[in-house]
Every structure is written in C-alpha cells, then in structure tokens.
C-alpha cells in the first residue's frame, strides 16, 4: 500500500452525464498524488466506453447492478493507497481539496478522518443546476458526542471526507441492507469505532441536490424505511454498547427520531407508521411530543397516534402546495 497515494473511490450507475466534471474536477487537483478508481455498477448508457476511451489513466472495475455500497466496497478493495476518499458520480471536488486535506492528516498524526465543509447545488425545474447553500459545521457544534451528531442532524457529502485506509477497516464495509442512508450510516459507523476527526473548514465538494429525490414519493418512502432500519440497528448497538449514562442520553434521541418518522409515515405507508409506533411504544409508552407545540397539544387529547396521523397528513398536503407554488413562479421566468 502507498503510503502518500489517495484512492479516490467512484461508484457510477448512469452517470454519463456527470462525468466529465466530475473526473475533470479530480484530475485537475495539485499538490496530491492519486488514483481514481471507478466501480461502474452495471450502467446501461455507455458510462465505462466513456471512462476507458476518455479517461485510460482510470482505473476502471465493472460488476453487476448491484447498487453504491457494492460497488463502493468493490472499489474499496482494489484500492492501493493509504488515504481513501469517497466521490460521488455527480459531484465535484474543489480545486485543492487533496492536498489541503492530506495537509491536514499530515499536522495531525493522531486523525483518523478530515472532514470538509461543502455546498449545495440545487436542481432548477429545467434541469440545470444553481448554487445553493453553503454549509459551515462542525461535529461539537451538533452534538458533544459524535454518535449522537451523526445520528440526528450531521452529514456530509461523502466526497467530504478523507479516510485513513488503516482505520477504514474497523468501519468497512458499507451496509448494503442500506440502499439510501448508507452514506449516513458509514460516517456513524466510523463515530462508533473511536474515530478522531479534523475539520477542514474549507468547501471541499459540490453536492448535487436533486429534484425527484425529494419531492417522489417511492424515494421518500424508501428514505423512511432505510431511517427505520437504521434507527432499529442503532438502537440495539447503543443498548449493548453503552454505559447507563449514555444509554439514557443516546435513548431520547431514539425516542425523538422515532416520534419524527411516525409523522412521516403517516399518511404515506400504514405498514411504517405501524412498525415505528411499535418500537416507539416499547421504547417509551408514554411518550408525547414537546414541539410543535400544536402538536403536543393534539396528542394530549387525542393520544400521540391520532395527532401524527394528522400531522403526516398536514405536512404532505403543504408539501405539495410548496413545490406547486415553486413550479408555477419558475414557469413565469
């Protein structure tokens, strides 16, 4: 293994479209030695002629679809350098982000991951992309205990993130029961296994925020169900992994996670409210929301189940009057 080479780790499933800037923004990168390795999962619109014919200096692996966290474990595996960084087919990697965050492993010898900051880029109705927020956070100012922060309301890209390969084996591989969340789930994981983190505090990628994963509701709900199966696995580490003292702190953030997605699934899938009321139930049965406060208030005279029924309900229906109203003022431009 080279101890001063970058595996930069692509899986592309139909990623033509991306691919040039996205490779573009990679090879142009100075002050950092690399490879690219990149897994095409089984993609039907001439991603891999594209890859060998453009790009020969890729190093290019070809499986079955079988989805990102297969192909990214595949990729993984066949990686020959000491530092590994995950890179999405459609983002995009600012110039000396390399070489900034190698500097950074090199000033801190005891890290096991840098993370960098990043920014959004939104997808406009006629499908061309315009920046969007720009997101400046670190770990503690989240959550004291990193488990905790990854849990609920940290994420980056995973293109913001620079591993130690050597630690990647306490985290790997990723979780393929996870075909949503996954990336979620993999930064967690390295949490749960006593990583030690360094914030880049500079953009690092751009992070293509896509229309139809937002607004379908076949992605929404195969979002929930990834965040239930998640939160079940989590759930079960922290009751055999924690001390009392942390179980009772980590086991409200359950609590609150499970409140949130009963709201959600109500009204969506009967299925998922049903299984997330269970556990929420066996976890705290007499539990009430504290906010919205209309919320909390419903749910005392008509019991928590009621009150997020009509919740999900409500939430869905200003959900489409939102994206309504955001198609109708772009079609006036």
């Known amino acids: ?140 100012q989240v959550h004291e205990d990193p488990e905790i922060a990854f849990f609920t309301h940290f994420w980056c890209p995973t293109g913001a993130y620079l591993y130690r390969r050597v630690f990647l084996e306490k985290v790997l591989p990723w979780k393929e029961w996870l075909p949503v969340i996954q990336d979620a789930r993999f930064a967690w994981e390295a949490s749960a296994a006593g990583a030690r983190w360094v914030h880049d505090e500079q953009v690092a990628v751009l992070y293509r925020q896509h229309r139809h994963g937002s607004v379908s509701t076949r992605s929404r709900l195969a979002f929930l169900r990834d965040c239930l199966a998640n939160t079940q696995s989590i759930e079960e580490h922290w009751r055999l992994k924690s001390n009392a003292q942390q179980l009772a702190a980590r086991r409200q953030w359950i609590i609150q996670g499970l409140g949130n997605l009963c709201r959600q699934a109500a009204g969506l899938d009967n299925r998922l409210f049903e299984q997330s009321s269970r556990l929420l139930q066996q976890l705290c049965p007499a539990y009430l929301p504290t906010s919205p406060p209309w919320l909390a208030a419903c749910s005392r005279v008509t019991g928590f189940r009621t009150a997020a029924r009509l919740a999900g309900l409500a939430d869905r229906l200003r959900a489409r009057i939102r994206i309504d109203l955001q198609a109708g003022a772009w079609d006036k431009r």
């Open 1 to 140: 293994m080279d101890g001063s080479l970058i595996s930069v780790v692509i899986p592309a499933w139909n990623a033509l479209r991306w691919l040039p800037e996205t490779l573009g923004s990679v090879m142009t990168q100075q002050g950092a030695e690399f490879e690219i390795v990149l897994v095409d999962d089984g993609s039907t619109d001439g991603t891999a002629d594209y890859v060998t014919q453009t790009w020969p200096q890729v190093r290019l692996l070809r499986t079955e679809n079988r989805g990102v966290s297969h192909a990214r474990n595949l990729g993984t595996a066949q990686a020959r350098g000491a530092l590994v960084k995950y890179l999405d087919a459609d983002d995009v990697l600012l110039p000396g982000t390399l070489a900034r965050q190698v500097a950074l492993m090199a000033a801190h010898p005891e890290a096991d991951v840098v993370y960098g900051d990043w920014q959004r880029l939104d997808e406009r109705p006629d499908g061309s992309f315009a920046p969007g927020e720009t997101v400046h956070r670190s770990i503690e």
